[in-house]
């Protein structure tokens, strides 16, 4: 290891003297400009978290659902996992350091991790749309390969593809091959079995609009439809030509502000759905015949898929256990309907793809989705093993087609895996500090019919996101901004007090 050309290189990826990002939900995220260091330093980190696993490292450079100005990085790990913990804490570190201590909070890792610097290196890197990734990745590469680490660039990708690449790369092409050609063969080949279905051959399930946020989704859709396109047709909106990133319109924007995006086209009864920038969300919805906007989120996924399941398991006649995983912003109503109605256990999480991922980990099948559209569907090796055996040797037709339907589904989801002051426990759902505003929220649930609401600093935006729910919009609404002025109140609001 060089350190003397490590301190040569992060000189051109100079530090800003006194800066202090942390390592958020989904890794730094900040102001674009502010991230060159950072950038350089990842490069850098995926080498040694590469020679310590003695695996292939993702590093994808977005900010996902964050406005067009911000940018990001996150570190995937082996698997196509997020980054392990302990390593959450050595990457806030190097980033944190100021120039002069580069090469001894570096040497700290490599002892702390017990890396072993003989061994080889691998990186594979992705980016988003965003005016200010590419010269962001060079300056990846440029830590990546200061400490001889070698590594393919992917350039433009969504981050699932990403976690894809690192997968298949990880268990040397079983997977699926590691391209983006080999990842439409993968999904579209299982999602073209899928539309055999015979429900499927109804006009209605052919087509689906979608809106792409302006960002990279609307690449690789345009790449990927000719091979779905025999299933189904899309029409794509919002794809970048012309728009804004994520302004007025994708997943983040359709989940919070509940109504249809910009820039599409609906007519009553249509399929639409909306990606966020990176392409890793996903949210349904359709105006009814009245022009009633419904949609489906996270909470709604997971049920529907909850409930295919369970009905597919009943036709093979097999138990596997299925849990469904969700984080405090899950609507209460979802959680009963799921524990009450289809007797599936759920447990709640906090915030973060991270954290459901490895609750998820439990089960044979495990179901995940956050409210806002991030999720999959994890099945065990053991699980996965059993289902592909029954989809080949059993004899009963219906249970065969059956057992081949969630072979299909297996082989479609994609497995890869200072508003500081207030704190929180509890998945997230009760405030610890500052003291007395948990107080406050429980008044003002207990003056709201079938209400919940919570509040946490976000790990993404600088913000505290505020959650209500209630037995009506207006209720629901009244109990937000309640909740709201409490904040701003007891926690040290700046500015004007949001209206009571
Ligand atoms: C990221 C995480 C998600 C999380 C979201 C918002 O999403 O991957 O798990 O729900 O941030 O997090 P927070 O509420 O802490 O800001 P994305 O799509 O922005 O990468």
Known sequence: MDLHAITAHSALHAKPSGLVLQYGTAGFRTKAEHLDHVMYRMGLLAVLRSKQ???????????????????????????????APSWE???????????????????????????????DAFVVIGRDT?????????????????????????GLVTTPQLHYMVYCRNTSGQYGEATVEGYYQKLSKAFMELTKQPF??????RSLKVDCANGI???????????????????????????????????????????????????????????DGDADRIVYYYLDVDGHFHLIDGDKIA??????????LLEIGESLNI???????????????????????????????????????????????EANGHGTVLFSKAAETKIRQLAKELEDEKRKAAAKTLENILDLFNQVADRQVI??????????????????????????????????????????????????????????????????????????????
């Not at 695996?55 to 980054?83: Q, R, Y």
């Not at 200010?132 to 393919?152: A, C, P, R, Y």
């Open 130 to 154: 965003r005016l200010s990734s590419e010269k962001l990745s060079q300056s990846v590469i440029d830590g990546v390969t200061v400490l001889e680490g070698q590594f393919h660039d992917y």
């Open 303 to 312: 049920t529907l898929i909850s409930r295919f399941l369970k009905e597919l």
């Open 53 to 83: 696993t003695k695996s292939t490292i993702g590093v994808m450079v977005t900010a996902s659902h964050n406005p067009e100005e911000d940018n990001g990085v996150k570190l995937v790990d082996p698997l196509g996992e997020m980054l």
């Open 89 to 119: 804490e050595h990457a806030t570190s190097l980033a944190n350091a100021e120039e002069q201590d580069l090469p001894g909070v570096l040497m700290d890792i490599i002892v702390k991790a017990a890396v072993d610097l003989q061994q």
């Open 217 to 275: 989704g609307a690449l690789k859709l345009k790449e990927m439809e000719h091979y779905i396109s025999q299933g189904l047709s899309v029409q794509l909106f919002n794809d970048g030509t012309k728009g804004k990133l994520n302004h007025l319109c994708g997943a983040d924007f359709v989940k919070s502000h509940q109504k249809p995006p910009q820039g599409i086209e609906m007519k009553s009864n249509e399929r639409c759905c909306s990606f």
């Open 200 to 205: 499927c051959s109804e006009e209605e399930y």
């Open 423 to 500: 704190s929180t426990t509890d998945a997230e759902r009760q405030v610890v500090t500052p003291p007395g505003l948990q107080e406050a929220i429980s008044d003002l649930v207990k003056k709201h019919k079938l209400s919940r609401a919570f509040v946490r600093p976000s790990g993404t935006e600088d913000i505290v996101r505020v959650y209500a729910e209630a037995d009506s919009q207006e209720n629901a609404d009244s109990l937000a901004r309640a909740v709201s002025l409490a904040v701003f109140e007891l926690a040290g609001g700046v500015g004007e007090a949001p209206p009571g």
């Open 323 to 369: 849990g469904v995983v969700q984080t405090a912003y899950a609507n209460g109503s979802s959680t009963r309907y799921l524990e009450e109605v289809m007797k599936v256990p759920v447990y709640c999480t906090k915030t973060g793809v991270k954290h459901l991922h490895h609750k998820a980990q439990e089960f044979d099948i495990g179901v995940y989705f």
